[in-house]
């Protein structure tokens, strides 16, 4: 199996170095960018298996690089670093279309557990297909349909539709969706699970919440339809 390519977006040369000194350590191929544009011609030649992408960069910051390769059809999975402690900010992240954050200063074990969690989304090998209220869910290609049109989705969408379909007719607890799709990585705030919540009713267009349906103190309810 070929090592995974990560591109590395962070202007602090220290920092810089050091994530490509742990990462190439583990076994990872790492190419570098100081600054959005950069970022963005490095993706033009090849596109990564995974982003690390800072949330403050010189020109343009780190949500608007996300915002931009989402808009641009790219879905591999991004892994921002933030120094900010605010939950708005961690929110507007994933928003624009982060998979994963990771607050400043790290650990290297923390580092390498939210990488290899991010890059196994990717490197899937189950042929399981769920299907509830006219969504498909196809874990081996990792396609989501709606009606029969596949749907644009980050990896952490996806993951996210997939258990709640996989889970249809059942209610499901946000310490269920923590320990499964944010692999209990870290303690997420409740509101940041309503973001892609959010997200998806808007996907789905579920305008009425009648499909995901939010079971107030619990968790969520996916119809089967």
């Known amino acids: ?95 624009v279309g982060a998979d994963d954050y990771l607050r400043k200063p790290f650990e290297i074990p923390e580092l390498m557990s939210r990488v290899s969690a991010l890059l196994k989304r990717i490197d899937r090998t189950e042929v399981d297909i769920y299907e509830a209220s006219g969504v498909m869910i196809d874990i081996a290609r990792r396609v989501a349909t709606l009606s029969g049109e596949q749907l644009t989705l980050t990896a952490r969408e996806f993951d996210l539709l997939a258990y709640l379909v996989r889970n249809a007719g059942r209610v499901v607890s946000r310490d269920e969706i923590l320990e499964t799709v944010w692999k209990g990585q870290h303690a997420t705030d409740s509101n940041v699970i309503e973001v892609f919540v959010c997200h998806l009713r808007n996907k789905i267009d579920d305008r009425d919440n009648m499909i995901i349906q939010t079971i107030r103190g619990v968790g969520y309810f996916f119809a089967k339809g």
């Open 1 to 95: 199996m070929s090592k995974a390519d990560i591109l590395i977006v962070e202007d602090d040369a220290t920092i810089s170095r050091f994530l490509e000194l742990e990462l190439k350590h583990a076994g990872y191929d790492v190419r570098k960018a100081i600054d959005g544009k950069k970022a963005l011609r490095a993706i033009g030649e090849a596109e990564p298996d995974l982003l690390i992408l800072d949330l403050m960069l010189p020109g343009a910051d780190g949500l608007d690089v996300a915002k931009d390769i989402r808009e641009r059809g790219r879905d591999f999975p991004i892994l921002m670093l933030t120094a900010r402690v605010e939950t708005e900010d961690v929110v507007n992240g994933f928003e």
